[in-house]
């Protein structure tokens, strides 16, 4: 059984974020790291390769400046290759731009029985991405997955919803996007992290996808920021030290709100 | 009004029809001469959905017992597709909002602005506004192009509000041969009992967050909860540890809650809880770290343990 995971490079979301001035966009030229909120499809998709006694996974990820941090992580973790879209050309993509630049590179990365990917990133968080890979791939999908088991050709999907979840089934090839905190990802072993420096990752440009520059960064993205304000900013509250009487400042609180 | 015609993808369940849905049709009447209502729900909705300002119920039949991203997308891209359709699609950033307009989106080639909190005039279109940081940036993002106006809409957003519109028509809006991306089927529906008021509508939220140490420091929460007919509520690292399930988070990820009253113990403040919570009208926050940010928002901010503050504070209230 053969699993791609697509996986996001992010600024590390413990240092404060910043607009680029000219561009508006989200600075990402630092170091990145593989978003936290993709280790969960990487974790699912070892469990599931695992289980089927054989086949592989594959990353496929798209970054600035031939970034292959986090998918060093991932691999550590024990995916057997990726591969890694990177062009200048990128620079501006929105959301239905990125998910083109995947399923290109899903397609590359070879024949696929399953698709993962997270809900959404945690630095842009669009969280439309999974299904317009669906599409444009011509795949069925589910979304939200706290589950994923393989029952011949197709998947037993447990999906969140409003209420609890469903029992989703699909057959395969599908997408599925995967929940955070659904499983336990693993921690890269020294001897994975060790592993990872020689596992082959696939740079590759837009041209080299078969793409159309225009389709893709700032050309492509159809839509364009007009503005950035400061949101106006809630009123400064009360900030007291815990003397041992802090709870007796909220029940005061709580009794002028007339909630008790 | 900015647009002629907009249409608002319409959610109910169980007979209920998401709060989300009318907060979007009372936008959306302000802002176009025509509102219509696309949904799998059909006459359900035309009480409300006409009481909200919407003229019609489209409604997408033959959806039961299928997930409703691909049937809705491609009965919409049809109607756009043959001349029928909307300047504008509103969804909520609920699960099946996402998984319809991300279909639609790549059905019609149109990009998406997501995560909105509110909808502007543009020039003669309409532009969405999105919250970053936390909250203490709003970027404005317009479209360049043509194509239809899809939007993803934060919960909460706006204020619902009656129209005094009579019932509105439902009238069918076909489906496509969807192929091979049509099928997924749902074969069980689980339903988590939940006792209590929800997040959604209660009027104090109490949540907790890493700072509580381990699970059980959660039973803190549910009692203080309990003790004020609050809705418990979470950040996303402790439902990512497992300690309670994902229908407790509120952020980014889960549930935007608007209360009277807010509550967070031992929550640091990250983007992802903040852009969740910011909205409510009084905030109590307790953190043993002062450098927090959720003490950025808080009306009142403890800087303290909240193993030493939480237990006090249940006694001070179960002796009034």
Known sequence: MNVVVCVKQIPDPAEPGALDPETKTLKRDGKLILDESDSYGVEMALQLVDAAGGGEVTLVSMAPNSEVGGLRTALAMGAAKAVLVSDDALKGTDALGTAKVLAKAIGRAGDADLILTATESSDGYTGVVPEQIAELLGLPSVTFAKSITIDGGSAKVQRQTEAGYDDVEVPLPAVVSVTAGVVEPRYPSFK?????????????????????????????????????????????????????????KIVDFLAELKVI | MALSKIWVFGEAAGGNVSGTTLELLTKARELAGTVEVVTTSGAELAGPAGAHGATKVLNVGGTDGKLVGVPVAAAIAAAVEAGNGPDAILFATSYDGRDVAGRLSAKLDAPVITNVTDLVPAGDGLAGVEPIFGGSTDVTTAFTGDKVKIFLVRPKSFAAEESGGAAAAVEELSVPDTGATGTAVITNRFVEEKTGPSLDDADIVVSGGRGLGEQTGFEMIETLAKQLGAAPGASRAIVDAGWVPYSYQVGQTGKVVKPNVYIAAGISGATQHLVGMKGSKYIIAINKDAEAPIFSVADLGIVGDVHKVLPKLIEALQSR
């Not at chain 1, 225009?214 to 304000?229: K, S």
């Open chain 1, 192 to 248: 994975g992290i060790m592993a990872a420096k020689s596992k082959p990752v696939d740079e590759v440009t837009v041209a080299d996808l078969g793409l159309d520059a225009g389709q893709v960064g700032w050309a492509g993205a159809g839509q364009q920021i007009t503005d950035v304000a400061q949101a106006e900013a809630r009123q400064a509250g009360t900030i007291v030290e815990d003397d041992g009487e802090g709870f007796q």
